[in-house]
């Protein structure tokens, strides 16, 4: 959820309109997540078969072919789907409770 | 100049939407709906008008049609009846949720069951709550006029607007039509100018997100001061429309209502033989009036409770039932009444279900019963 103070009737665009492009990068999805992808540094080869994998697109890279890597999962949008563990031919994405990272 | 023409209802309503000529139509034929449609297509296949004309498979796809093009930024118009109203309404609440100036007639039908295609108003009725305008019209003159009104309404208020009339009764009877010039009546209505049309790629927008807890209650609540700001703009549109017509735009008509003793209430084709007992009454001395409504959403409380208060005893006339409740048009007529803290004696009157005739003789026992306080309860009017 978007941490903006939520806003009254007469402030809002009418007919329910969003009238601001890009904006669904404000909805922040992450805490839907019930299970969280566990990436496993030394397992992972980088091959990039889990980045494109990703509905959310919300596995990072960083650097060009050949020298391509991907980074840490973007937990604010990640929904914990599980699709990267499952494509992951290494087993380097570990799906885990998220119950378990609660602080 | 007008030129009197020889038109059915139906036809006075196409005729108005030749004037206009919306950018798109889409529409599924059913009875009495269906001549509205089949004239309009031919002024699209002769070229008569530049609309786009979407032959769609159902209802729920002719409105859905029209709320896509709506949005897009075409003026956009439609008609139906009955069970056709019956499989749009899921997509009436989108319409005036997306704040979309579509503008529809209505010919009047019953619902099924048992299936009947004659006048009753328990299709718009049953649709009074889904935040459309609702204009109902007497004949196809009032349907015509109306039409041209429904426009400029819906496009200055960001509604949808239902231009109601009696199926068969005003959709398939001819009438002489004063139809007013082609030039005036366009400059009238005027180009649309869209609001936040989604063809605009310079000012992105998203139509129809998901609304949960957090903003549904706002957006909704939004469309109340929109039906207040309909109120306000039917009647100065209204008075642009009468330098062409010279008629009155009212929220409703009195008729021989300032010094009535009884007065009936009913709204469309009924109007007009109830009109014509109250000449005859008025004859014989009898102080007889109507009050006959012609916008029902927003409803006119305040004005139908002046109109009304001094008037000892009323008849309200519905064409449609509430099932274990008020009938529509008299649990109106009541709350404008109990605001008006009138002490005037109320009934409602059911008739014409499914198309069952109401004739002179009907109307002129109602205002002797009513003028001799006989009326006991809930009437129905021609029923076994």
């Avoid at chain 2, 100049?1 to 919306?22: D, F, H, V, W, Y």
């Avoid at chain 2, 039908?109 to 009725?125: E, F, K, Q, V, W």
């Avoid at chain 2, 916008?295 to 409380?301: E, G, N, Q």
Wanted: aromatic content about 8%.
């Amino acid at each position: 959820m978007s941490k903006e103070k939520l806003k009254g009737y007469k402030e809002i665009p009418i007919g329910g309109l969003i009238t601001e492009p890009g904006s669904a990068k404000k909805f922040k999805t992450g805490d839907w997540r019930s299970f969280r992808p566990v990436w496993l540094q030394d397992k992972c080869t980088h091959c990039m078969i889990c980045p494109p994998s990703c509905p959310d697109d919300c596995i990072p890279t960083e650097g060009n072919l050949p020298n391509i890597k991907r980074k840490e999962t973007d937990f604010d949008y990640c929904k914990g789907c599980g699709i990267c563990a499952q494509v992951c031919p290494f087993k380097a994405i570990e799906m885990k409770e998220e119950s378990g990272f609660i602080k | 100049m007008a030129k009197i023409k020889a038109l059915t209802g139906a036809e006075a309503s196409a005729e108005a939407m030749r004037q206009i000529n919306p950018d798109v139509c889409a529409a599924f034929p059913i009875t009495p709906q269906t001549p509205v449609m089949q004239k309009f297509a031919e002024f699209v296949a002769d070229g008569i008008v530049k609309s786009e004309f979407i032959c769609v498979e159902s209802e729920h796809s002719a409105m859905s049609a029209c709320v896509g093009s709506s949005a897009a930024g075409a003026r956009t118009m439609t008609a139906t009846s009955s069970a056709g109203l019956a499989l749009m309404w899921e997509i009436l609440g989108i319409a005036s949720g997306l704040r979309l100036p579509i503008v529809m007639t209505i010919v009047n039908r019953a619902l099924s069951a048992p299936i009947n295609i004659h006048c009753d108003h328990s299709d718009s009725m049953g649709a009074r709550d889904q935040g459309w305008v609702q204009i109902y019209s007497e004949n196809a003159q009032e349907s015509y006029e109306n039409t041209l009104l429904a426009v400029r309404l819906a496009e200055k208020v960001l509604l949808p607007v239902m231009v109601c009339q009696d199926g068969f009764i005003t959709s398939h009877g001819v009438e002489n039509v004063a139809v007013y010039d082609d030039n005036k009546v366009k400059s009238f209505v005027g180009e649309l100018k869209p609001y936040k049309p989604l063809l605009n790629v310079d000012d992105p927008v998203t139509y129809g997100p998901l609304q949960l807890t957090d903003y549904y209650f706002e957006t909704k609540r939004q469309q109340e001061p929109a039906m207040e700001e309909a109120k306000k703009a039917y009647q100065a549109i209204g008075k642009e429309l009468k330098k062409i017509t010279g008629n009155d735009y009212g929220y409703f008509e009195e008729y021989q209502l300032k010094d009535a003793k009884a007065a009936i209430v009913v709204l469309n084709s009924t109007a007009g033989t109830t009109k014509a007992v109250i000449d005859k009454l008025r004859q014989k001395g009898k102080k007889v009036g109507l009050l006959k409504i012609k916008l029902f959403r927003p409803f006119p409380y305040e004005e139908v409770g002046r109109a009304l208060k001094n008037i000892s005893s009323i008849a309200v006339l519905d064409r449609s039932e509430s099932f274990g409740a008020n009938a529509p048009v008299f649990g109106e007529i009541k709350n404008a009444l109990y605001d008006a803290k009138s002490k005037a004696k109320l009934h409602s009157c059911i008739f014409g279900l499914g198309g069952r005739n109401i004739y002179e003789k009907d109307i002129e026992d109602l205002f002797s019963k009513l003028l001799t306080n006989k009326l006991k309860g809930k009437e129905y009017i021609g029923v076994r």
